[in-house]
Structures are given as structure tokens and as C-alpha cells.
């Protein structure tokens, strides 16, 4: 194996491969390694850094090992394709408003859920290059619109969550309809081919009784009604 980093562990059960030229052996790993990430410890006096990446362990003190990490970190908190937060992030940050909002009664947040009408035709149609072309596209675009204190985050497939927060629901009625108008006019160009699509989003705010189960049920509800009416349009509960 060819040695890029200070040391490699490789953890298979009960048995451990070590590479590189740092002096650890079994049960240096168990005590002062094992189940560590993004961690600093010390060897042979001096500070090395702990990244683990399911069974393998990379250890290194070096600039390289900074930037695995910060690409380590980027990966773990954002949409690779759309640059956008990534569902389990996105979460966090509705869990984390819904807290400060019940325990110390912070301003409301409102919550939208949008999908692409008919996104399916359009891979269908044009290819999933285009497909992922529009969907970057049509991210960058909702960037753009929202403030910097709100959070986008791509749900999965044509899917996104965005997150206002103080924000109540005729606020965030109004830059729903900014973003369905934005995109229902915009016109994307791939490779020569000009697409055009709309979108269908629902809408809800925050309530004194919501867990985020009935939160998230609540906006994706406020959805599928957008759909079920015709799509390209809005609707709240």
C-alpha cells in the first residue's frame, strides 16, 4: 500500500492493519484511538489528527490531512450535486429551530416544501444530464431569492425543504410565490435545449403543539394538495 498519510488503520473485527511509520501497535489503537473522528491525539509527543471513514482509520498532522478533513466535513452537511444542504442537515437545523421555538419561545419559522411538476419527463425527455443540469440550475435560483438566514436543503431526488426562520406563514406565502414565479419564467438552456417547468410547493409555520413529525407531515400534506389541484402552485396548512 502506498503511504500518502502518516499512518492507515484498517479495522476487520477483532483484527487491525496498520500502515505507515508511526509506532502503534494493537493495543495503543484500542486505547487511544479506536471509535475517534475528527479528533486530535498525541503520539510520541506530538499532535496528530484522527479521521475515521467507517472501518479505516486515517491519522496525519500534515495540510493534506486539513484539507480531507474540511472535504470530509463539506460532505457530510451538503448535497453534492446542487450544493445545497443535505436532507439529515436540513433536519437538524428544523429540529433545532422547533427546540428554541418551544423552550424559549423565539420567533415563529415557516416551512416550505417544493417538488418540480413532472420531473421525470424531463430526464425522460432530455436525459438525466439535463435532469441534474435543472436541478443546479433551479438551486441556484432559490440561493438567489431566499436570505442568508434561510436554509435550503435538497429532501432527495426533485425535492427541497426550505427554512425560514422568523418568519409566519404570510411571509413565507410571499416568497413561495416569488420562488414558483421566478421558476415558471426562468428558462434553462443545456446544451442548446431550452427546458422550462414549473413547481408545486406547500407551505406551513410552526405551531405550539408541533413535534417536527407533524411539522414535516404537516408541509408535505400542504404539497401533495398542490399537486392533487393541478400543480404549478401553492398551497398552506
Not at 2 to 31: A, H, P, Q, T, W
Not at 140 to 165: A, H, M, T, Y
Not at 189 to 212: C, L, P
Request: glycine residues 6%.
Amino acid at each position: 500500500m502506498n503511504r500518502v498519510f502518516d499512518c492507515v488503520i484498517v479495522e476487520n473485527g477483532d483484527n487491525i492493519e496498520i500502515f505507515g511509520n508511526l509506532n502503534i501497535d494493537k493495543d495503543f489503537f484500542y486505547s487511544h484511538i479506536k471509535d475517534k473522528d475528527c479528533e486530535q491525539i498525541i503520539i510520541n509527543g506530538e499532535k496528530y489528527w484522527v479521521l475515521k471513514k467507517e472501518n479505516v482509520y486515517i491519522i496525519d498532522k500534515f495540510l493534506c490531512f486539513n484539507e480531507i478533513l474540511e472535504k470530509y466535513k463539506e460532505e457530510a452537511i451538503y448535497d453534492p450535486l446542487t450544493g445545497c444542504y443535505n436532507k439529515k442537515e436540513t433536519e437538524e437545523f428544523i429540529k433545532k429551530f422547533l427546540f428554541n421555538f418551544l423552550r424559549y419561545k423565539t420567533e415563529p419559522f415557516s416551512v416550505l416544501m417544493l417538488d418540480i411538476d413532472f420531473f421525470k419527463k424531463i430526464n425522460d425527455t432530455y436525459g438525466h444530464l439535463a435532469g441534474d443540469f435543472v436541478l443546479k440550475q433551479m438551486a441556484d435560483l432559490i440561493q438567489n431569492i431566499i436570505r442568508k438566514s434561510d436554509i435550503c436543503g435538497r429532501f432527495g431526488g426533485e425535492e427541497f425543504v426550505i427554512v425560514l426562520p422568523n418568519t409566519k406563514i404570510s411571509g413565507a406565502m410571499k416568497l413561495a410565490n416569488r420562488i414558483k414565479d421566478a421558476i415558471e419564467n426562468k428558462e434553462f438552456e443545456f446544451n442548446g435545449i431550452k427546458i422550462k417547468f414549473t413547481v408545486s410547493i406547500g407551505v406551513t409555520s410552526v405551531g405550539i403543539n408541533d413535534s417536527y413529525e407533524s411539522l414535516m407531515a404537516r408541509v408535505d400534506e400542504a404539497l401533495y394538495e398542490a399537486k392533487k389541484k393541478g400543480r404549478n402552485r401553492i398551497e398552506y396548512r
